[in-house]
Each structure stands twice: as C-alpha cells, then as structure tokens.
C-alpha cells in the first residue's frame, strides 16, 4: 500500500538554495595545493655551500679588476678610485666600452648590502657585464 503525498501536481518548484557542493571541492582542492606548497616555500634551511670546481674560464688580454677593501674603499687595477667618480674611471680605463666584463673582487669582511650598492653604481655607469671573482678550491690567499 503507497500512499501519495505531492497531491497530483507536476509542477517542479523552484529551489532558492545556492549548491555548494562544487565549491567545496574546489575549496578542498585549494587547501591540499597550499598544504603542500607551503613547506616548499620556506627558506630557513642552513646550507654551507661547496667550493666550486668549475674549470675558470680564460680572462681577456687586459682585464679590468674592481676591487672593494675591508674599509669600503675601491680600487680599479692598482689604482684608488672614488666611489663617486666610478664611472669616468671605468670609461677611462676601458676606453668607454660599456661591453667590456668588469672583474669585481670583494674582501670577506664586506657586507652584502654595500656590494650591492656598487654593483647598483655599475649598472647606473652602464657596465652591465660583472662578473665576480673568487678563489678556486686548493687557491690560497
């Protein structure tokens, strides 16, 4: 025995509900793609890095050396060079070719930030090929 509640009307009536079904899948799916993203993001791991082994590659005719001391104070070859006039001095010593490699040599004791300052004036020189010097692995001081 059945018994029949809907009392003979077909007409389907309109449901005012959003369907949140596809969005919480999406949600679900946003929250397993940043769960495993986020340790990915992090860069508080320790890390002493290796000697490189590279083979050098060979230097030019006349290189041209940029050298920051201890103190902060630059040196183009064996000259003293003011830190405001780096860019004449560069010009002059390789005949104002802006495509010539500049070799740039930094004490340990130099801090990141003020070697970046210098790169920052080279870039505003117009030398835009630095390359950075540093000992090999068996080289000693």
């Known amino acids: 025995m059945a ?12 449901v005012h509900e ?7 899948d999406v ?4 929250l397993i793609i940043f769960m495993v993203a986020a340790p990915l993001a992090t860069v508080d791991v320790a890390v002493d ?7 050098p590659q060979p230097r030019p005719d006349k290189p041209l050396f940029l050298t920051i001391k201890e103190d902060r104070s630059l040196a183009l070859g064996n000259d003293t060079v003011a830190e405001d006039s780096i860019g004449p001095a560069l010009d002059a010593a390789s005949g104002n ?6 070799f740039l040599r930094a004490a340990k004791q130099v ?10 004036k ?8 630095v390359a950075l010097v540093g000992l090999d692995a068996g080289e000693t001081p």
């Open 49 to 55: 890095l290796p000697v490189s082994t590279a083979e």
């Open 111 to 120: 801090d990141y930030g003020a070697l970046m300052e210098l790169m920052n």
């Open 97 to 102: 070719d802006k495509d010539q490699r500049i």
């Open 27 to 30: 949600m679900l799916v946003l």
């Open 3 to 14: 018994i029949r509640l809907d009392h003979g009307t077909d007409d389907l009536a309109e």
């Open 122 to 129: 080279l870039r505003a020189a117009g030398y835009l090929k």
């Open 18 to 24: 959003i369907n949140v079904t596809p969005f919480i």
